[in-house]
């Protein structure tokens, strides 16, 4: 099987998202850091359902469900930066994370695009 670029990523980035969960435990911060650790875990998990989906439309629903966490993980990622709960540079993840979201919106973009054009054709 090909390797995936995009599911290499979300699992890199699960990886250091768990590194940040670590660090946020041991400043005490934990009702957040929780929300942040099943939403940028959860990216990956979804990448991986989609890419044995069983159809294209499964494919598609299960990449905009990783977009959707991938978007949910940027929010708690924004707001533990502007809250000041913790003193940490989020930047990086910030980046990562924004990285990710236009890859899997260009995925699932590409595949409705590719889905409407077959059903275009199947009524002419």
């Not at 390797?3 to 005490?28: G, P, R, T």
């Not at 991938?70 to 533990?80: D, F, V």
């Amino acid at each position: 099987m090909k390797e995936s670029v995009v599911k290499n990523k979300s699992f890199d980035f699960a990886l250091s998202i768990i590194e940040l969960y670590k660090i946020l435990q041991a400043q005490k911060e934990f009702i957040l850091s929780k929300q942040l650790l099943r939403s940028g875990t959860s990216i990956g998990a979804n990448i991986s359902e989609a890419l044995a989906g069983v159809s294209k439309a499964d494919f598609s629903n299960k990449m905009a469900i990783a977009s959707k966490e991938a978007r949910e993980c940027l929010y708690w990622l924004q707001l533990l930066e502007k809250s000041n709960l913790v003193n940490f540079d989020f930047k990086p993840f910030i980046k990562d994370c924004e990285e990710l979201i236009k890859i899997l919106t260009s995925i699932v973009k590409t595949t409705q695009n590719s889905t409407l054009k077959i059903k275009n054709k199947s009524k002419i």
